[in-house]
């Protein structure tokens, strides 16, 4: 049974750093890619970024230049950071695991969710 | 980056009735597809994927098709645990990309 959990501040005030980290319990975390999902009411379901075993990673070309998704392959954990963030940032934001290889981009376990705010 | 559209935006129907809603993408995406279900305050849960594919232990009232550009999933009697949000995604390419969703409530 894959169980995705995650972590992090809720809370941030502008221009702050966003950090989060997602622990995978159960299965590989060679065989899959590990992506990090957003969910805001103003745009929706938004894919953020994701990292593989091997540490390759992609981010979205809207938020290219703030984010880094890193990998501790030891400790089955993979993490997101968010500099410089806005209020435009505020969503809940999901840690997932997709695909191998051409299924990458199904994602077929969620961890629970972190609502980050951001509020001066 | 591949728009996709959903309608309706809401359907509200009848338990045991059978439901369908469509979803679009602005550009071909073959059959990468995939559809989603998501309750008040959970995270989204994938129902189907290539399409037509359905993810273990997913109950067989749901079904994918596709028809033309037109990308379906339909609920063959619906019940009351189905009440959500559903949401379609494009696989194909990079980056991937939801549609807006269409929520299902019951009469």
């Known amino acids: 049974q894959v169980q995705l959990q995650q972590w992090g501040a809720g809370l941030l005030k502008p221009s702050e750093t966003l950090s989060l980290t997602c622990a995978v319990y159960g299965g590989s975390f060679s065989d899959y890619y590990w992506t990090w999902i957003r969910q805001s009411p103003g745009k929706g379901l938004e894919w953020i970024g994701e990292?593989?075993?091997?540490?390759?990673?992609n981010s979205s070309p809207s938020l290219k230049g703030r984010i880094t998704i890193s990998a501790d392959t030891s400790k089955s954990q993979f993490s997101l950071k968010l500099t410089s963030v806005t209020a435009a940032d505020t969503a809940v934001y999901y840690c997932t695991r997709g695909g191998s290889s051409y299924y990458r981009y199904y994602f077929d376990h969620w961890g629970q969710g972190t609502l980050v705010t951001v509020s001066s | 980056d591949i728009q996709m559209t959903q309608s309706p935006s809401s359907v509200s129907a009848s338990v045991g009735d059978r439901v369908t809603f469509t979803c679009r993408a602005s550009?071909?995406?073959?059959?990468?597809l995939a559809w989603y279900q998501q309750k008040p305050r959970r995270a989204p849960k994938l129902l189907i994927y290539a399409t037509s594919t359905l993810q273990g232990g997913v109950p067989s009232r749901f079904s994918g098709s596709r028809s033309g550009t037109d990308f379906n999933l339909t609920i063959s009697s619906l019940q009351p645990e189905d009440v959500a949000t559903y949401y379609c995604q494009q696989a194909n390419s990079f980056p991937a990309t939801f549609g807006p969703g269409t929520e299902v409530h019951i009469k």
């Open positions: 990292i593989n075993h091997s540490g390759s990673t």
């Open positions: 550009q071909g995406i073959s059959n990468w």
